[in-house]
């Protein structure tokens, strides 16, 4: 079978690779089609110098022969692997009564028949909405210059790039979720969110197809956006950051405020006890991964925000 592959850079790697290895020029280049495996070790063999990351990346592209195919499907299965990878501990937590103690609402907790009914929800959303997206993301990334050849970029050049990600993402949901909560939008498109007035992690996309596509494309046209300026990111960079930023949504909606959360150590960081009381109050909290937008723009909405409001409010009346 003659190989395809239309990414650029991945295909000069690919085709200097079975030069290499077959001592032909590339028009003569013809492999048997095999499996992943043959195709791993075959790659293995004649390139030690690759990670074993980097060789299951390369063997990937190669053995589906289409890279919209191999990124399309590679894209939805991380997102599937991980959105319910990460919620479900939270299932068996409510499910099981662990950490009652930690529970923000603790009178609230959800069923399974809610999260199951949750889950169908988010399930059919993801094949209907999501999945005909993910397929144009591999032509839409190549068109912005997303990188997909090896070697990976360095682990300092993803934290610092999935960093500034988390950034600009937050900014983009604190402004459009806030637009989210005038009136008839929130009437037309949010309510569906709210339905879960205590949240759990798998409600983090109980929501209508066009809040998917509004707050999503902040998740995904961040890294585009950075992209189209510095022209340097990888796909992996942008499958890292989505991750993560599907971690922290999840985590929000867990209902769960620990010792240990994270903003005890970071006091910028949103966290659950933030999105909670979002979801308790249907107003002020916002942002998704900080609080400073909340802070500056005075919708902070937690015991000591509302104390400083009163105080002012005191003040004010003394001046006048
Ligand atoms: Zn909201
Ligand atoms: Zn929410």
Known sequence: ??????????????????????????????????????????????????????????????????DVL???????????????????????????GFFKRYKIQSSKVPSLREQWDCAKFVLLSHFTVELP??????????????????????????????AIFFVMEDTWHY????????????????????????PFGLAAEYASPIEVMILGFGTVSCPILWCAFTGNLHILT???????RLFQAIDAHSGY???CSLHHFLPFWAGADHHDLHHEKFIGNYSSSFRWWDYLLDTEYTPDA???????????????
């Open 175 to 198: 402004f459009f979720h806030r637009a989210l909560h005038w009136g008839p939008l929130y009437k037309a498109i949010h309510k569906i969110h709210h339905q879960y007035s205590a």
């Open 257 to 259: 405020e620990f010792p």
């Open 70 to 96: 191999a990124t399309g499907i590679m894209s939805f299965v991380i997102h599937e692997l991980f959105y319910f990878g990460r919620s479900l501990p939270w299932v068996f937590i409510d499910s099981l």
């Open 1 to 66: 079978m003659w190989y395809v592959i239309s990414s650029p850079s991945l295909s000069l790697c690919f085709f200097s690779l079975i030069q290499d290895l077959l001592g032909t020029t590339m028009n003569s280049t013809v492999l048997p089609p095999g499996t992943y495996w043959g195709q791993y070790q075959d790659i293995t063999k004649f390139n030690t110098h690759l990670s074993v990351a980097e060789r299951l990346w390369v063997a990937w592209y190669a053995w589906v022969q289409n």
């Open 306 to 320: 509302l104390k400083r409001r009163r105080g002012k409010k005191v003040k004010a009346k003394k001046t006048q």
């Open 133 to 162: 997206q993910i397929w144009l993301f591999h032509p839409m990334a190549q068109f912005c210059g997303l990188s997909t050849s090896i070697p990976f970029p360095s682990p300092w050049t993803m934290t610092y790039q999935i």
């Open 238 to 244: 942008m499958y890292i950051w989505i991750v993560l």
